[in-house]
């Protein structure tokens, strides 16, 4: 027990000797929350060593606009309009020896959108049904909902249950539903993505193809060949008849007298 106290007292006075001489930025606001526009700030106290210059980062990413070389304590970042995209952790930098940085975070309205409104899949395969996330912070939670007849009910899917699996990261979640039927998967389906306070959901219709109808368009072309192929059959024959006819009465007599002349030519050369 005495040793523990002994320990308490060496880290606060550790704890306070450190207070007394780190470097203190304090930004303001704190964070920000719900808000379309912001002026972010940082005030830097008790610099490390000369500031050179300093900056601001987004998500872990310099903004090279933010860049400055001057020896200023304080700076700003104006966040004109906010929306989903421009959310995230803001982190101001002075460049000392060493660096130092304060996070600001700016959370904005959920934001969950079904990456195509609409799929297709082919009986017996499998389809992909795809959910983003932008904004900060990103759903902590995704859940897929099968919407069942004329009300929309909300059947909640399980992961790895019958023929669906569920994979999610925070910005993003699939839902894959194997040897997919036209009858049980066709349909409408709603992905859903919480954090702590809010959430939000959007929705997505699946449509399942006969195998019969993913071979419509060869079956189409192999109809359309047989077709041609039948016509050009058909008026060849209902043709030849005719052709021969002509040939006999017009066009070949003259070719006949000819071939009669030249062959006496031939024959008469011959007897010279
Ligand atoms: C965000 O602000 C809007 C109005 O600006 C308000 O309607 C909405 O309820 C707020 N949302 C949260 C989560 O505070
Ligand atoms: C920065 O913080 C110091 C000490 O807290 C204060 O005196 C100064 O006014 C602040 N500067 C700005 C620009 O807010
Ligand atoms: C669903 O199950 C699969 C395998 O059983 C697993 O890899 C995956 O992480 C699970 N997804 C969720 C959201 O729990
Ligand atoms: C989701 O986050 C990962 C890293 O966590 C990133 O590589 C990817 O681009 C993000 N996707 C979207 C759609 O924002």
Redesign the pocket.
């Known amino acids: 027990m005495k040793y523990l106290w002994g320990l308490s007292a060496l880290l606060l006075c550790l704890y306070r000797a450190d207070a007394l001489t780190d470097p203190l930025i304090v930004s303001s606001p704190m964070e920000v929350n719900n808000q379309t526009s912001a002026i972010l700030s940082c005030n830097l106290t008790n610099p490390p060593s000369t500031v050179k210059g300093h900056y601001w980062m987004r998500n872990g990413n310099v903004i090279e606009s933010s860049k400055q070389d001057s020896a200023a304590l304080y700076t700003e970042y104006i966040l004109a309009k906010i929306d989903f995209h421009s959310g995230g952790v803001y982190d101001c930098v002075f460049l000392s020896d060493p660096v130092v940085k304060k996070s600001i975070a700016v959370k904005t309205a959920i934001h969950v959108s079904a990456y195509k409104r609409s799929e297709h899949g082919n009986e017996q395969d499998k389809g992909v049904l795809v959910c983003?996330s932008?904004g900060y912070p990103l759903p902590t939670d995704w859940k897929w909902y099968k919407l069942e007849g004329e009300e929309m009910l909300k059947t909640a899917i399980t992961n790895g249950t019958d023929r669906y699996e569920i994979k999610s990261?925070p910005?993003?979640t699939t839902l894959t539903i194997n040897d997919l039927d036209i009858a049980m998967d066709m349909g409408d389906y709603m992905c859903y993505g919480a954090r702590e306070v809010d959430s939000a959901f959007d929705k997505i219709h699946l449509r399942v193809r006969s195998r019969l109808a993913a071979l419509w368009p060869f079956l189409g072309i192999v109809a359309e060949v047989i077709i041609l192929v039948s016509i050009i059959f058909i008026y060849e024959k209902r043709r030849k008849p005719d052709e021969i006819n002509d040939d006999e009465d017009s066009g070949s007599a003259p070719l006949k007298s000819n071939a009669a002349t030249n062959h006496k030519d031939v024959r008469q050369r011959n007897s010279n």
């Open positions: 983003v932008h990261t910005n993003r």
